[in-house]
């Protein structure tokens, strides 16, 4: 076979099959190949190196692979395994050690995720902190003398207010007297007679007295 399209063919097919060393059937070798050559170019260079021996056909039922011929790749002596086997054990230790250090740092992003960021948290305290100020200072004005007030001076409001209220207890019952005799002889309504006095009740302002009893 010419050095052509043919032989490159062949070389690009080997060089393949000695790299992957394992079984592949022709349509494999077609498509792992990214079509550059040809299905029919592909058979025919398979059946080629098969004939050079470089290539073994093995037959499944109507399906055939293809391997490289392992009589002529290069013998591996003991010593190489040994060596071959160390250096994989070694690899084997750094890759699991590499392994822990990303399951580390995964288990450090997923923390520092559910945590609050720096700008976060210094608005935070900025909030806390003003909140602070905000409530010593309400707590200075009233424990400041000029705000705050004497237990005499608050016995003396408290007292003025239970007064208030007995007062306006007693006038709210004599109003309500003097209503029901009028009413005695009136001949329309409650509601009518308020109108035409226009008097207004505690009622009509909203206002109960037993909501300023203490």
Known sequence: MSRSKEQEACDEIE???IKQNRPYSATDIFLNLHSAFGKTLIQKSLDF????KKLIEKVYGKQKVYVYNQALLPQVNKEELVELDRKISEASVVLEGHREKVKSATASINQLNQTISIQ????????????????S?????LTSSSD?????KSAQIKQSYLSNVTAWRKRKRMATDLLEM?????PKSKRELLDEIGLETDEDCGLSISNFVV
């Open 15 to 17: 060089k393949y099959l």
């Open 49 to 52: 190196l098969v004939s050079e």
């Open 120 to 135: 976060e948290a210094r608005t935070k305290l900025q909030l806390l902190s003003k909140q602070e100020n905000e409530l």
């Open 137 to 141: 200072a309400k707590l200075t004005r």
């Open 148 to 152: 705050s007030i004497s237990p005499e």
């Open 182 to 186: 009028i009413l005695e002889s009136w």
